[in-house]
């Protein structure tokens, strides 16, 4: 049998997988082979079937106790052989003799190897045999096993050519088989394990998208809208007699079709009603919806507007605009007029700098009201819309670490630039969430950064908080935790 060379040896040439090379040759029923499987799977086939033969072959698994001792003594599977052969020439010569044998072996019964044992025509496993009977039975199981182990070296032979012609074509430069085209990347003449690679993450990134096929059942599944519901938009038709509708969805298409002309039947629904109201009601001043939040972001105030645009017909009650006024914790003020509010009641944002207020300082708390008078010429609407919020930006981030046994560090840096402001630090223990220690810093300067290191605590694991203090009133409870530390 020709030796296969392992990858290391094949000077010049490119691995190939054999996942990627196929049989081509007719199906073997006897050991399941296709036209069509690739070589890893021939190959193991092949090695399960010689195994098979191998363990067959095994004369340790061949009861001779019957023999004892069997002489000459039977190492291999020709000597077996050989030894069955001299056993049947006795038994042939006695046959032939007017001599009667005496009782006893060669006629005598026997146990078997397992591969012998049978079921009789009454359903009883036999797992003996007489000898002459079991020198026969195996003399016709032999001759079958080289019949056969002729027919797997053809195989064999056959495999190993057509591999030696795939890879001399590899290395001669000759491309494997490929596809004509690909639309997952467009490319032309596309070698089958490339396009097999392409293929596989294409498919897994479907799947991410979509979902596993399961996924996609059990989402088609969840339908609420039946064919016998009404519809939004004529509640004397049932949802079936929409054109197009599917009564009973079977996959994703038909749930999407159906979502679709539901959807279009609200929308016509919702844009009767519309014209209904507009036709039929006048506006009040219920009708101007809006509403406001912010959030601070040094130094300007950011007010997000929320709402609907104004009723047809009104405006600004005199030609004046709104009136806004923000107030601190302290309830300091700072009022701005002249603001024009409505292009925003749409959905806008609109910053307001309060840097330049004399009056305001940085807390971590703010108010904010919008005063806006609307009319209509008939109807006058004096509307106020309040927003208070904790100002997060307030928050000096900690960092904290254990230079030493029995110490902990906190270090940070004040973000406060518009007014001084002082800061407690606490410590606690991360197991029993119990403060042990704590430290005042002052009246600080300005962006500064503050450090403190606490001694003496014992192994463990720590964290800080901070709170901050301006004019001797704490103004924030809660800021923190920071990251734990562990302790020596």
Not at 41 to 51: I, M, N, P, S, Y
Not at 65 to 74: D, G, K, R, Y
Not at 297 to 313: E, H, K, R
Request: with cysteine; proline share 5%.
């Amino acid at each position: 049998m020709k030796d296969i060379k392992n990858n290391n040896t094949q000077k010049g040439c490119t691995p190939v997988s054999s996942n990627c090379v196929i049989w081509q040759g007719p199906d073997i029923p006897c050991i399941n082979l296709c036209k069509g499987d690739n070589i890893s799977d021939v190959t193991a086939r092949l090695a399960h079937e010689l195994c098979d033969i191998l363990n067959i072959l095994n004369v340790s698994g061949y009861d001779l106790t019957c023999f004892n001792p069997a002489c000459p003594s039977v190492d291999n599977f020709k000597d077996l052989v050989q030894f069955i052969l001299d056993q049947l020439c006795i038994l042939i010569n006695q046959d032939n003799s007017t001599t009667t044998p005496a009782n006893g072996c060669p006629d005598c019964e026997i146990e078997v190897a397992e591969c012998f044992h049978y079921t009789d025509y009454l359903g009883n496993l036999q797992t003996t045999m007489q000898l002459k009977d079991y020198a026969t039975a195996m003399g016709n199981r032999i001759c079958n096993l080289v019949t056969l182990i002729d027919a797997i070296n053809q195989r064999i032979d056959d495999l190993e050519v057509r591999v030696d012609t795939i890879e001399n074509q590899i290395s001669g430069g000759s491309q494997l088989p490929t596809m004509s085209i690909s639309c997952l990347t467009g490319d032309l003449n596309v070698p089958i394990p490339i396009f097999l690679q392409n293929l596989e993450t294409k498919v897994c990134e479907l799947l991410n998208a979509t979902g596993t096929p399961s996924e996609i059942i059990s989402a088609v599944g969840a339908q609420c809208v039946t064919p016998s519901d009404p519809q939004a938009s004529n509640s004397a038709a049932q949802m079936s007699a929409i054109a197009g509708w599917v009564s009973s969805p079977q996959d994703l298409a038909d749930t999407v079709t159906n979502l679709w002309l539901a959807l279009c039947d609200l929308r016509t629904a919702v844009f009767d009603l519309q014209n209904s109201i507009s036709n039929c009601c006048t506006s009040t001043c219920e009708d101007i919806i809006w509403d406001i939040t912010a959030t601070y972001d040094q130094p300007a105030l950011n007010i997000t507007f929320s709402g609907q645009p104004l009723p047809g017909g009104f405006s600004f009650c005199s030609g004046s605009d709104a009136t806004i006024k923000v107030y601190d914790a302290y309830n300091n003020n700072y009022t701005v007029t002249g603001i024009n509010i409505i292009p925003a009641m749409g959905g806008n944002n609109y910053a307001l700098d309060i840097s330049s207020s004399p009056s305001l300082k940085p807390t971590i708390f703010y108010r904010i009201d919008v005063l806006a008078c609307f009319t209509d010429g008939t109807i006058t609407c004096n509307n106020t819309k309040s927003y208070s919020f904790l100002n997060g930006s307030f928050c000096p981030a900690l960092t904290v670490s254990s230079p030493n046994p029995g110490e902990f560090q906190v270090d940070f840096t004040n973000p406060i630039t518009t007014a001084s402001i002082g800061y407690v630090v606490a410590v606690f223990n991360a197991s029993t969430n119990v403060q042990v220690a704590s430290f005042t810093f002052p009246v600080s300067v300005l962006g500064s950064s503050l450090s403190n290191v606490f001694t003496g605590l014992s192994t463990g694991t720590y964290y800080a908080k901070i709170t901050s203090i301006s004019q001797g009133i704490y103004q924030l409870t809660s800021c923190g935790p920071s990251s734990t530390v562990s302790v020596l």
